[in-house]
């Protein structure tokens, strides 16, 4: 009885202590595995980098500036109804007089491409009142009238009132080109920390072999002095050599750690839970093109370079816009009208519309600014940004000819860099093997080995860190092309 309730106090303490350490008895959740090619990181990128994001709402803030330049030719509509009253008391008699009046008009004014100004205007009014001085105390009074004004000088033309207009809209091509760009930019970045990590992890990988070897080569040592074949001290050496490795081991496991960071950041993925997998596998190199079919393709296509351009047509036409306000402002008046007056509001309609009572207006007015200075330097500054734009452009020019130039060279570099390190991976492998068997048979010495050892490492990294580069040669050359990867 004692026996069975010892094993129920155990049992209760244990269910205790495991009910009050929960963190103790459960696992740690295991990260999210995201398997991920270069095609994935591409999308990936687009779809959640915050640059690319944010650069996005240009173009269409550049859309909203278009049509604020539409809203210059945008026709008014001015509806007006008003009415009032007027008693007064004659010098010349004591009975008051009396008037009311009723107004409802209504314009249609704006502005057209040619630069016109045009005014539609119809009035009407209503008169009541008892004056002896009128035939009618009760008439309506009715009319029609157009005017219009045409700058001949300052303002003339369907280029310059479209100005505003049409450098909107190339800026609006400007903001696509930035956006582009943006792009290009970002998953270019994106691609090459993808191939960063790649030969970051393929660093651990050497540093395992190498460690590998490492204990190997104790092991052995070990073997070799209990034989008697070693002296006790020489397993100092190789335990230094091992604690060197594991040292080594774990700074390339943090170097990849912070590469799969940086790629989880410019994808913007969450640093923690999730694990990145990289798929895709190197391509072998190829011939690279000439680099006059590469320049030529960068100057069609380089995002900045179609910015300049289209910058240097939005300065031609304010240099012209800005020119022809240097003009005097002489401008043609016209106008005419036809009104109607009668007891009856639809008399007084059919009167308007009769043509008999008509008026019109013909004229020039010519506006001569004496000094002119605010429209001379806004001239003079429209036309040096013109001469800078063009300098920008040459500028840009330059440095795609010279980053086309940089980034075959790179390319060609990593192909010969691939074919030389896979000849010393290849030659430190057989010279490992070799070294091995000789120290074995008592033939070379530990630190022979340990160095062929460590050759043999840094070859394997080597061969893989050069397989990386031409990957990232490869993006770099899409992206002074203005290409994605």
């Not at 495991?18 to 398997?35: D, F, G, K």
């Not at 691609?191 to 790649?198: I, M, Q, S």
């Not at 690279?288 to 079919?293: F, G, I, K, V, Y």
């Not at 001379?376 to 330059?398: F, H, Q, V, Y």
Request: include cysteine; hydrophobic fraction near 40%.
């Amino acid at each position: 009885m004692a026996y069975r309730l010892y094993i129920l106090l155990v049992f209760a303490a244990v269910c205790f202590l495991v009910v009050q350490s929960p963190a103790e008895c459960s696992s740690e959740p295991s990260e999210q595995i995201l398997n991920l090619t270069v095609s994935d990181v591409i999308r990936l990128t687009i779809e959640k980098n915050t640059d690319i994001e944010s650069e996005s709402y240009n173009p269409r803030i550049a859309e909203a500036d278009i049509m604020t330049s539409k809203g210059d030719f945008d026709p008014s509509m001015k509806i007006g109804l008003d009415e009032s009253y007027d008693r007064q008391k004659q010098s010349l008699d004591i009975n008051s007089t009396t008037e009311g009046q009723i107004n409802y008009n209504a314009t249609l004014s704006g502005k057209a491409p040619t630069g016109t100004l045009y005014e539609l205007k119809w009035q009407n009014y209503r008169y009541n009142g008892n004056s002896a001085f009128l035939n009618l105390f009760s008439y309506y009074s009715s009319g029609l009238s157009l005017t219009l004004t045409q700058p001949l000088l300052r303002g003339f033309g369907l280029g310059v009132q479209l100005t505003n207009l049409n450098v909107a809209k190339n800026t609006l091509q400007i903001k696509k080109y930035a956006y582009d760009a943006a792009v290009v930019a970002k998953v270019s970045e994106a691609v090459k920390d993808y191939w960063e990590l790649v030969s970051t992890r393929k660093a651990i990988e050497s540093a395992e072999i190498a460690l590998s070897l490492a204990r190997q080569t104790c092991n052995e040592v070990n073997a070799r002095i209990a034989a008697g074949m070693a002296a006790p001290v020489d397993i100092y050496a190789a335990e230094a050599e091992l604690a060197v490795r594991e040292e080594a081991l774990l700074e390339a496991e943090k170097t990849a750690k912070n590469a799969e960071n940086t790629l989880k950041g410019v994808m913007n993925i969450a640093l923690v839970g999730t694990a990145l997998v990289t798929l895709s596998m190197h391509s072998e190199p190829s011939p690279p093109p000439t680099l006059e079919s590469i320049t030529q393709q960068a100057l069609q296509l380089r995002q900045d370079y179609q910015q300049a351009l289209i910058e240097k047509k939005n300065r031609e036409l304010l240099s012209r816009y800005y020119k022809n306000q240097l003009l005097p402002d002489l401008s043609a008046i016209a106008s005419y009208g036809q009104s109607g007056m009668d007891g009856q509001y639809h008399s007084t309609i059919d009167e308007l519309t009769s043509g008999k009572f008509f008026s019109w207006k013909l004229g020039v007015v010519l506006n001569i600014p004496i000094f002119n200075w605010t429209n001379r330097g806004t001239s003079m500054r429209a036309d040096l940004e013109l001469r800078r734009s063009d300098a920008a452009l040459r500028e840009i020019e330059k440095k795609v000819t010279l980053e086309t130039a940089e980034a075959l060279n790179n390319l060609n570099y990593a192909i010969k860099k691939i074919a030389a390190s896979g000849k010393s991976l290849k030659a430190a492998e057989i010279a490992l093997e070799a070294e091995s068997g000789k120290f074995r048979a008592g033939m070379s010495t530990l630190n022979d080995l340990l160095k062929f050892q460590r050759d043999y490492s840094s070859a394997l990294y080597d061969e893989a860190k050069s397989r990386a580069e031409y990957a990232k040669s490869l993006v770099e050359l899409n992206r002074v092309q203005g290409l994605l990867p």
